[in-house]
């Protein structure tokens, strides 16, 4: 495959030709002679300057001389391809605010091209993976604020085609937010319970289901008790954690959830409660 538009052929001459001076070779492409050289001396010899059109080329070469036009040779398929590529962003979108210090790019290109994405802003550039349907998947780090990116394809045949968008690196963090059912107790009315609910939202603030979640009890005077369970429309809960009287003394107590995201970073967050 080839985005030129003219090519050579290299023809091997079989021994014994008669005439050899005045014979010539023919360079077809499918029914149509395309180019014509003299035969030389060697048993090879370079024949150049075929014009290609756009899509298949099937060449062939036969020899012509006093005694007419010999058969033609296997035919060499030449395919010319001088269309760039189109690039095709689905996301994110131009201007998209992203509260990650990576974004990831997809969209669809040809298939078989070869894919970079460059973020101009940073200067740093990675390879994008393109499927065998055209569909690519890129990630890139990103700088704060605004970041240029460009994507560029380039096809079997060489052409190559770019596509620009901006992301801008937002401040936005993932949180757990964790809530007791309860913050005071007397420890003359214990044995009571307390339930503790942690809620958890993404760096776009939308909730997070699925992450792994081990909450922590830790009364005065009482041994720390532990509890795991996994988010669900991004709350999980430890429900009517009794509290015995015996052992129980006046003092601050706390509750902690640790939360184990999808990428593996942790969120720890206390809340504190007292006995008197």
Request: charged fraction near 20%; avoid cysteine; hydrophobic fraction near 40%.
């Amino acid at each position: 495959m080839t985005r030129e538009g003219e090519w050579q052929v290299t023809a091997l001459i079989p021994g014994g030709v008669p005439d050899r001076r005045r014979s010539s070779l023919l360079v077809y492409r499918g029914d149509e002679v395309v180019a014509e050289a003299r035969l030389g001396r060697g048993e090879e010899q370079v024949i150049g300057n075929i014009p290609l059109r756009r899509g298949e080329n099937r060449l062939s070469v036969s020899i012509r001389g006093p005694a007419g036009e010999g058969p033609a040779s296997p035919q060499l398929v030449v395919t010319r391809d001088d269309v760039a590529p189109e690039i095709s962003i689905v996301d994110p979108a131009s201007g998209a605010e992203v509260n990650a210090d990576r974004v990831t790019v997809s969209g669809d290109t040809e298939a078989g091209s070869q894919l970079t994405l460059s973020n101009v802003t940073t200067e740093r550039s990675t390879s994008a993976a393109v499927a065998g349907d055209g569909s690519f998947l890129g990630e890139i780090g990103l700088g704060p604020g605004t970041n240029e990116l460009t994507l560029r394809a380039t096809d079997a045949a060489g052409n190559e085609a770019t596509a620009q968008l901006t992301v801008v690196r937002g401040e936005g963090v993932a949180e757990a937010r964790l809530t007791l059912s309860q913050t005071d107790f007397a420890v003359r009315r214990l044995p009571g319970s307390i339930s503790l609910r942690v809620l958890v939202t993404d760096a776009e603030g939308a909730t997070v289901d699925g992450a792994a979640v081990v909450f922590s009890l830790s009364p005065p005077g009482l041994p720390t008790n532990t509890y795991r369970t996994v988010t669900t429309r991004g709350e999980a809960s430890w429900l009517d954690v009794s509290m015995p009287r015996d052992g129980a003394t006046p003092g601050d107590g706390f509750a902690t959830a640790r939360v184990t995201l999808a990428d593996g970073s942790l969120l720890d967050v206390v809340a504190p409660f007292r006995f008197r």
